[in-house]
């Protein structure tokens, strides 16, 4: 079974920066598609970021092109996700997805991790 665990919250100024990472259990990691969702009060969990399976390409919604980098190590079996440029609209629950069975689909998902920005 595969178990998806994040950490790396807490609250920050406006401007600031903080860096979630996601902890996969598991042997074939390297298989996985990985994504990052977050969750505000009241609203849908949107997507926020992906990245293959070897790294090699990612994508970002456009609230946060350009301030945010996901990434991952293969060998940490860990994906992060690097947030510059922090502003109070972040604010949200965090999650951690993957892809295990090569669809579309993300079927594994983290308990989430809460992320404050303040103005």
């Known amino acids: 079974q595969v178990q998806l665990v994040e950490s790396g919250g807490g609250l920050v100024q406006a401007g600031g920066s903080l860096r979630l990472s996601c902890a996969v259990t598991?042997?074939?990691?390297?298989?996985?598609?990985m994504g990052w969702f977050r969750q505000a009060p009241g609203k849908e969990r949107e997507f926020v970021a992906a990245?293959?399976?070897?790294?090699?390409?990612?994508n970002y919604a456009d609230s946060v092109k350009g301030r945010f980098t996901i990434s991952r190590d293969n060998t940490k079996n860990t994906v992060y996700l690097q947030m510059n440029s922090l502003k109070p609209e972040d604010t949200a629950v965090y999650y951690c997805?993957?892809?295990?069975?090569?669809?579309?689909?993300?079927?594994?998902w983290g308990q989430g991790t809460q992320v404050t920005v303040s103005s």
């Open positions: 990245i293959s399976r070897s790294g090699s390409s990612t």
């Open positions: 598991g042997r074939t990691f390297s298989r996985y598609r």
């Open positions: 997805a993957a892809d295990t069975k090569g669809t579309v689909e993300y079927d594994c």
